[in-house]
Structure formats: C-alpha cells, structure tokens
C-alpha cells in the first residue's frame, strides 16, 4: 500500500521535474525509491519514503527522508573544502596555461626538429663522402704502390674519423641546447606537480573528514561511521555514493525519530539504464556493494527475516540420474541447487556425487548450471575423462538447449542476441552489458509458442557467461523479457523458469555421440 500510494504521487505530483524517461522519446534517467513501514511509539502505523542519490538535483524535498550526510549544505566543511579545491586547480590550470610555460614546451619542440633535420642532414653527407671514398680506395689499390698506398688510404681514414667526430659533436651540441630547455620546463612542471600533490592530500584529508563524520545508527542509536563500516570489508574503503541509496537513508530516519521498522521495499522508477536491467515498478533488494555492509550495522537488534544465503534450498531435495555408465554420469539438478558448494552452503551437487561416487578422481562436476537453473548436469568419473569433457566444452563442441518461459510476448521467431557481459561490482553477483569491459555473450533463441501474454523460448547458448541467459532474455536489447520467476532482472516467483534441457557430446570413450534430452518440467 504505502509503494503503490509512492507510485501514485510520482504519477501526479508537481512539486518538482525530473524526467525519469517513462514515455517515448524520453531521456533515461531512472530512479530507486523506498518506503518503510514504520511503528511510533504509541503503536500507530505510517511510512517513509527515499530516493537514492539526488532528485531532480536536489538532495532534499518535502515527502522524502533527508540524506544520511549532506554534504551540499552551504557553509558545510565540504563546501569549504570543495573551494580550497577548486582555488588550487585554477592555479594549475593557470601555470599549465602560462605565456612563458607554453613557449618553453613551443620552443624544445622546435629545438627538437632543428636538432633532428640538422643530424639527419649531416649524415646523409657522411654517407656521401663515405661513397667516395669508398670508390677513391678502390682506385688507389689500382694506381698505387704499397708506401703511396699506404698514405693515401691513411688520409681516407682521417676524412673518416674527422666526420664521425664532427657529428658527435653535433649531437652533443644539439642534446646540450634540448637539455637546457627541458630544465626550464622540469622547473615549472615542479611546481606544477607539487600543487597537484597538495590538491590530492588535500582532497583524501577531505574525504577521511567526510568518512568520520559521515555515521549510522541502529536501533540502539549506536554510532558507526562510512569509514569503520567498510574498514571491514575486502576493499577497506567505502564505494562512492555509499550511503547514499534509499535504504540507509530510511532507517537512519526512522531510528533518530523513535520509529520501529516494519517492513522495507525499494522499487524502479522509470527506464532502464542502458548497461542494467531494471524494469519500471519492480521491486529490487539492497545492492551488495554499497548497502549491505551499511545495512549489517544499521539492523542490528531488529527482528528480521532469516538471511536467505544461509539457508540451504537444496534440502530435502534428490538428484536425478539420467543417464550413466562406468565413465560418465548424466544427471537432472533441480532449481535453486547448487552446482558446487557455495561461500555458505557446502550441499551441492559436487557433494552429493562426492557420496554416490567416493571413487571418483579429479573435479567430477565438468560444466555448471546457475543455482536457480533446472536440467542436465554432466559428471566425470575420472580425471582423464573430465579433461576430455572439458575440451570439448572449451572448443565448443557440446550442443545445448534450453527451455524458458518468459514474463511478456516475444513477436519474433528467432534471432542471435550479442550483449557482453561482465559482473556488476557493485552489487554482485548481478551482471551487466558492457562494450568496453565485458566478454563476448552470445546466444541464439526459437520460439516454441505464445500463451496468456509468455512466450516459451529455446535459448541455445554459444557462450557460457554468467547469467547470460537471464541477462539476455530480460534486457532491452535482448528479448526484453525477464525469464517468469527471475529474482534478480525479473519479478521473484516459486521458481526460475529455465531448464537446460537438452545436451549433445561425443562420449569420451566410445567417441559416440550421445544427445540426452528431458521433458520440461514447467
């Protein structure tokens, strides 16, 4: 109720612009928005709203918790500190773009091509006379005997050593002129370089001012700032923007008010960004990166949900042997399973085959399927089979096909998406499209049939990204249309509707080509 009321308020509301590219032809500038359900102390129920980041430029408007830290205030320390900043990198772009600076570097550059045109002019008359004297040489073993001879091919070789001294002079007279040059310009480079040190120690002394006064709070209003919480972490220095997103800002509010949270739930608004799949009026958990070590500090002592990485959905559940024989194993992994034991939760198919087969050398599980992914798994027994299998997965020899049912009407019959992906580092293990730092992602989709606005598709992978499957049937320039039960680029649903279905390989053995195929199980 309180979302669909925020949502109903950012349909009509005019108290401010911001162009969140709903309709056509719009720019895209999406946004996250949160509410939380909060009690006060007399019992009653109410709800807060956040945004991440700024609206419409602005960190603060009426409706909305204020930011954790603005550092926008006027006369903040960070403003201050913004103008020291900005007052030395004028007076690096004034030195940089000096009269005097810019002739010196004019100047050397000059020096440069007279001291190239002058060597290079020099020898080629060295080459010249060296001709010469090459065919006078000749000439003299002709014409004269061996004392004349001898005088003759002495001042040949004078001619010789008076030119190659003549042009290192030249050289070391034209590297003497460069030097000169390049010690004026050392000189204002100095202290050029030493401004941008100050501005550099100036702009971390500043951000370490940010990070210490920059703090949450938890329910017991205890303090911990930017700078502790992410001291934890791997990296030990929070990510930009931290702090910022809606989350924080919602129960750093509610805890300085004497509200008790209830419930939290962050939404899309608006398109896509071109790199993400976010989808307008879904909802989306706190990113990894940036909140959830925020979060770890700030719901500290708060009645909340079990931590669903702890928990073990493959529990309770058997695995399918499909097809086996004394070499390899050919099993259906149910969803939401994993394929080898995870950071938490060591159950998994690795394990399990650890049991069936105690045997078994080498690493077993050949290929993996997404943990929320269904269908066709291939074990090896042996190392050497493993190995072979392994190969012919590298080289792309194995043939595989999915099944998917998709949230929305695919109007074409089939295509090739080509997006590349790479992980989204702030907010793993999501992934991105990325043409500058992703890896080539393709995959080849069928249409099977259309049915109460879903589309049922084949996707045949010809790279093995991770997500790639999830990422390219719910981008926009994919399919644009999420896989029906997709909790992290779609809407969470019982399951993930994706299955790999079907597998074709040579057997590593026999040489047989084996094509293992299973009913779809949605």
Known sequence: MAAKELQEYLLTQTDWQHNFGILENETNVGKMFGVLVVKNKEGQLGYLCAYSGRLAGHNQHEKFVPPVFDILIEDGFFRKGEAVIEEITQRIMQMEEAPEFLQVEKDLLRIKNEAENAIQYLKEEIKIQKGIRDKKRKEYHLNYREVELEEKIKELNHQSYAESAQLKKLSREWKEKIATKEQEIESFKKKINALKEERKNFSANLQNEIFDQYYFVNRFLEKKSV???????????????????AAPKLFQYAFLNGYEPIALAEFWWGQSPKT???????????????????????????????????????????????????????????????????????????????????????????????????????????????????????????????????????????????????????????????????????????????????????????????????????????????????????????????????????????????????????
């Open 276 to 522: 993400e799949v976010r989808i307008h009026g879904n909802f989306y958990p706190a990113c990894r990166g940036k909140c959830e070590p925020i979060l770890g500090h700030m719901l500290q002592g708060l009645n909340v949900e079990a931590n669903p990485m702890l928990t073990n959905p493959a529990e309770g559940k058997d695995i399918e042997i499909i097809w086996e024989d004394d070499h390899i194993a050919v099993i259906n992994k149910p969803e939401e399973f994993l394929s080898v034991p995870g950071k938490n939760i060591h159950d998994s198919v690795y394990a399990r085959m650890i049991q069936r087969y105690p045997n078994a050398t080498g690493p077993l599980i050949v290929h993996r399927l997404d943990m929320s992914t269904s269908g066709l798994l291939l074990v090896a027994k042996n190392l050497e089979v493993f190995k072979i299998l392994q190969r012919q997965f590298i080289q792309r020899e194995v043939k595989k096909r999915y099944v998917a049912l998709l949230d929305g009407i695919v109007n074409e019959e089939h295509g090739l998406i080509d997006l590349p992906l790479r992980v989204d580092l702030e907010d793993r293990p999501r992934q991105m499209v990325c043409y500058d730092y992703g890896k080539s992602a393709q995959t080849e989709w069928q249409v099977i049939d259309r049915e109460n606005g879903k589309t049922r598709v084949y996707f045949f992978p010809i790279t093995g990204r991770t997500h790639q499957l999830r990422v390219h049937a719910a981008h926009s320039n994919g399919l644009g249309c999420p896989i029906v039960g997709d909790d992290i680029y779609g809407k969470k649903g019982i399951r993930l509707h994706l299955q790999a279905q079907r597998l074709e390989f040579r057997h590593p053995i026999t040489k047989k080509v084996l094509a293992i195929e299973i009913e779809m199980d949605f």
């Open 227 to 245: 700078g502790a919480i992410f001291q934890e972490t791997l990296e030990g220095r929070p990510k930009a923007g931290a702090g910022e997103c």
